[in-house]
């Protein structure tokens, strides 16, 4: 009987210390995972920066100088010029331009006093312009322009009535101009050859000689 309760014992102890199997048909669970960390949204490259539209450039010139044309057809002139740059148009201008110019002489007559004549020429321009040389601080710009010139006369003597006479001609114009930019304002020197003429009876107000200026040009905004 000793043996069979220490045997008895034996195997309660074994069937206790034993693991119990898994029945059958059964899996384990497997742990879960842990939940992936979220995702970071990657930042947007700046928009590309664009380039503004290009507008039209006004600029407003002075000018003084003279000209010769030969024989009495000399005297001082000035200019006025209202350049235009339209988009896109690069190195080309357009230039309109409103001159005077005066010729004037005094003879004096023997037996009969002195006479005085003064010629005044208004040439309105239309000129285009092409810039040649384009540096920090110089400029050369290249202009041919042709227009209307009106040239009034005006006669004054001692021995008879003073006079006022008119005439409608024409001018062309070639030349250059050589620019020294500093921001806003740019003084230039302009030299040019003048073609053209408006016929008075024995009066001849010729465009025909040279010209040269010296003036000033301002940006505007």
Excluded at 22 to 51: I, L
Aim: some cysteine; aromatic content about 10%; overall charge positive.
């Amino acid at each position: 009987m000793r043996w069979f309760a220490l045997l008895f014992l034996l195997c309660s102890s074994a069937a206790v210390a034993a693991p119990e199997a898994p029945s059958r048909g059964t899996t384990r669970k497997k742990p879960k995972a842990p939940p992936a960390p979220p995702r970071e949204a990657s930042p947007e490259p700046p928009p590309a920066a664009t380039k503004p539209a290009e507008e039209l450039r006004y600029s407003l010139a002075l000018a003084g100088g003279a000209f010769h044309g030969g024989g009495f057809n000399r005297g001082p002139q000035g200019s006025a010029q209202l350049t235009l740059t339209p988009p896109g148009w690069g190195r080309f201008s357009i230039d309109v331009e409103l001159g005077w110019r005066l010729a004037r002489f005094k003879s004096n007559i023997p037996g009969a006093g002195v006479a005085v004549s003064a010629m005044h020429s208004v040439p309105v321009l239309a000129a285009g312009r092409m810039n040649l040389v384009r540096m920090t601080h110089l400029g050369v710009d290249v202009r041919v322009g042709v227009g209307p010139l009106l040239a009034l006369h005006h006669l004054s003597s001692d021995f008879s009535a003073s006079s006022v006479r008119s005439a409608l001609g024409w001018e062309l114009l070639a030349g250059a101009q050589l620019r020294f930019p500093f921001g806003a304002f740019e003084p230039f020197l302009d030299g040019r050859v003048g073609f053209g003429e408006a016929y008075i009876p024995f009066v001849s107000g010729l465009s025909t000689g040279v010209q040269g200026l010296l003036g000033v040009r301002y940006q505007l905004p």
